[in-house]
């Protein structure tokens, strides 16, 4: 059973430029999340999906960012006209649907340079 | 809010001796508690958690952690640590009242010396 999947490890893009990042769950897991993590910093929520539905995007910023998580196919985290200050390590998580808390299972991360 | 805590930026310690990683927690309602590590340039695996039950959790690779609601604390231990446990550790926590959303501490480094 793969883990859960991100591409690409590392993305660099210029001001102004759109930057597309992807998470693909574990097999049976419903459940996305994508946190960023700032250096030196721990991880803070952004945004919570299941299937064609954000659940809670509480931690999203208002302007440039964008998640969805469609039928088919993986999550893909959306970032409008980066700013050097979108310079983070952006990692998903996933976890199954359950009643039940589990855990999350963390990607690898996609490391994004805003130069 | 919830919210995490982990007061020690950097811990150092000699190989075979006991490791101690502390993290105390606000939330509202019961607390669902998490621990982390993080190695460079790779994302976070899961070593524990507690949601219920017993307050001794014990984890992945010989860790443990003790919840205390009386301190609000979920402190992660090892008996002997490895040099291979050097790493970043998160402790994360959670609620009912948050959904699944994760709360994390700033984390701490562990280094230990051979």
């Known amino acids: 059973n793969a883990g859960v999947m991100q591409n690409p490890r590392h993305l660099v893009r210029r001001r102004g430029q759109e930057a597309r990042l992807r998470c693909s769950p574990m097999?049976?897991?419903?459940?996305v999340y994508w946190y960023r993590q700032l250096p030196e910093e721990g991880l803070k929520f952004m945004v919570y999906l299941q299937k064609e539905n954000i659940i809670d995007e509480s931690g999203m910023p208002k302007e440039r960012f964008s998640a969805e998580f469609p039928k088919e196919g993986p999550s893909i985290l959306r970032i409008q006209q980066v700013v050097r200050g979108d310079s983070a390590a952006y990692f998903c998580a996933s976890s199954p649907p359950s009643i039940s808390y589990n855990e999350q299972f963390f990607g690898p991360g996609t490391r994004l340079t805003v130069l | 809010a919830q919210s995490v805590a982990q007061p020690e930026d950097q811990v150092n310690v000699a190989e075979g001796n006991p490791l101690t990683v502390k993290c105390t927690y606000s939330?509202?309602?019961?607390?669902?508690l998490f621990w982390y590590v993080q190695y460079p340039n790779r994302g976070l695996q899961f070593l524990l958690k507690y949601i219920t039950g017993d307050n001794l959790v014990k984890g992945s690779y010989g860790f443990e952690a003790e919840f205390n609601k009386s301190q609000t604390s979920f402190h992660l231990k090892k008996p002997s640590a490895l040099v291979s446990d050097s790493a970043l550790y998160f402790c994360?926590?959670?609620?009912?009242?948050?959904?699944?959303?994760?709360?994390f501490g700033g984390g701490t480094r562990v280094l230990v010396k051979p």
């Open positions: 939330v509202s309602g019961n607390p669902y």
């Open positions: 994360a926590v959670s609620s009912k009242a948050a959904g699944n959303k994760l709360t």
């Open positions: 097999k049976g897991h419903s459940h």
